[in-house]
């Protein structure tokens, strides 16, 4: 165990306990605790976003596919930036005026019920413990590089401290360490940027061709088709992270944390220059680690590329400077998956538990202690997927949740918002259909039993989706009146927020 990592490693733990013991004093109502009680700014909110979306797999996965693969690994992080405009234009205002708790709040807004509640929630936990499982992973041979422990335990070690953190902090515990998370990631990435360059004396264009020479790839470094030659998996790929991101509970949820619609549309627009800026600062730092610590030395430290960053940080800092790089990939971690864990539990808690199983005749103390088990319940779960996910790049695996978010939830969001005819039916085959699909195609494709060439499923599933809403919508009775019923909700909130102004 290196001394200096560990030391770190606690300095992390030790701060983001702090933050959750703060919380935790002012998360003692049900609002509190699921939405911050909306006291967040929409640039504290854009921030905790960025924290929440950024992961482990952004961060580790994406420089190691790009110093791997040059242009086709970039894709990754082009996908994720444009898919905030998507969000913003289409899915932020109705999110942040309908729900109250969770996504499901929303969809009942329209189509009041258990069933479809149910439904909706069902697909949350499963797309958020999903994401979980690569997350967890790259925090796994993060923790067994610091602290020299078994990749199972290290998980473990992760998974209990994420559960600690929404248990007992709830969102507002949750989105300070997103915040912190945020400043410690860019600041972090720049820092090994800055001293990159300034080891090539700042001579950009030597990079590039440092990598080229190092790549094993030659020229073709910076041109397609070195991990995508089929030009479909490419489209597919690129859809289904610009959709994905609108159907993830975690993201989604967030926007009911600021008290009016304009601070939601500040969130969404702050967190997209972050994130961009942040994935300009991976495309350097991809191109930096093949230039410097080259094809070999990385591919025999990691075959999937996860810890090229790392790779790059110990080339030219040393153990100080990895060990900072770690820190931040662990800050990195703990922000996401505490995300992703109190997505599911608030799901399940406010949901399941209070309105399908309770019927809303429970009291608030008690909410609060069904909600702070079921993130234990979650958190052991997430954990015991996890473990035997070690050699999976973790990338790949975030690409096939957002297939399922964005073949799901997201066309689920647009019908409900956007088309008069839609329906309870259509609402319940959007759900299974895209899910479904999503789940046959990767099993049938490479990284399953191998019979589809198409390792992204989203240009067949998240058009499946769809058809899947308009068929049911179509073969079910009209319901227009859900529709006026959701527009008299949105045009009311807005008419009276514009009068409070």
């Not at 149910?118 to 958020?128: L, P």
């Not at 990284?447 to 599933?461: D, H, Q, R, Y």
């Amino acid at each position: 165990m290196n001394f200096t990592y560990f030391i770190f490693f606690v300095v992390i733990v030790i701060g983001t306990l702090v933050i959750t013991h703060w919380a935790a004093e002012r998360s003692r109502t049900v609002h509190q605790f699921y939405v911050a009680a909306g006291s967040l700014s929409g640039m504290q909110n854009g921030m905790a976003i960025a924290g929440d979306f950024i992961s482990a797999a952004s961060f580790l996965g994406i420089t190691g596919l790009i110093a791997l693969y040059g242009y086709d690994g970039f894709l990754y992080a082009t996908g994720f930036l444009i898919s905030y405009v998507i969000l913003l234009l289409l899915i932020v205002e109705p999110i942040h005026r309908l729900g109250t708790y969770s996504v499901a709040d929303v969809v009942a807004a329209r189509f009041p019920g258990n069933r479809m509640r149910a439904a909706v929630a069902i697909s949350g936990i499963c797309i958020s413990v999903l994401y979980m499982i690569p997350q967890l992973v790259a925090s796994g041979l993060l923790i067994r590089l610091l602290l020299g422990v078994d990749f199972r335990v290290a998980v473990s070690i992760i998974g209990v401290l994420m559960t600690v953190y929404v248990a007992f902090g709830g969102m507002l515990a949750t989105s300070w360490v997103q915040i912190i998370k945020t400043v410690l990631l860019m600041c972090g990435t720049l820092l090994v940027v800055f001293i990159l360059l300034s080891w090539l004396n700042w001579d950009f264009f030597g990079l590039i061709a440092d990598a080229v020479e190092q790549s094993p790839h030659g020229e073709s470094f910076f041109y397609p088709g070195n991990l995508f030659t089929n030009s479909i998996d490419k489209i597919s790929l690129t859809l289904t992270l610009m959709l994905g991101t609108s159907g993830l509970p975690h993201i989604l949820i967030r926007f009911l944390t600021v008290n009016n619609a304009k601070e939601a549309r500040v969130s969404a627009m702050s967190a997209s220059w972050i994130i961009g800026l942040f994935y300009i600062m991976t495309l350097i730092l991809g191109v930096g680690t093949i230039a410097l610590v080259g094809s070999e030395t990385l591919i025999q430290a990691d075959s999937s590329g996860n810890l090229a960053a790392l790779l790059l940080a110990e080339a030219v800092g040393g153990d100080f400077l990895i060990a900072f790089v770690m820190a931040v990939a662990f800050a990195t971690i703990i922000a996401v998956v505490t995300g992703l864990i109190f997505a599911a539990t608030s799901s399940f808690a406010h949901d399941i538990y209070y309105h399908l199983w309770k019927k809303k005749r429970v009291e608030e103390k008690k909410q609060l202690q069904v909600a702070r088990m079921v993130a234990v319940v979650i958190g052991i779960l997430s954990i015991l997927l996890s473990i035997g996910m070690e050699e999976s790049n973790v990338a790949f695996l975030v690409s096939i949740t957002f297939a399922i978010a964005a073949s799901t939830l997201f066309p689920l969001l647009i019908l409900t918002f956007y088309w008069r005819r839609f329906n309870r039916i259509g609402g319940y085959t959007t759900l299974l259909s895209g899910f479904l699909i999503s789940i046959i195609l990767v099993v049938l494709g490479p990284e399953g039993i191998g019979i589809l060439p198409l390792s992204n499923p989203g240009i067949l599933s998240i058009p499946a989706g769809f058809a899947g809403g308009v068929i049911g919508a179509m073969s079910g009775k009209k319901d227009e009146k859900s529709y006026e019923d959701l527009f008299l909700k949105l045009y009311s909130d807005k008419q009276e927020a514009v009068s409070h102004d």
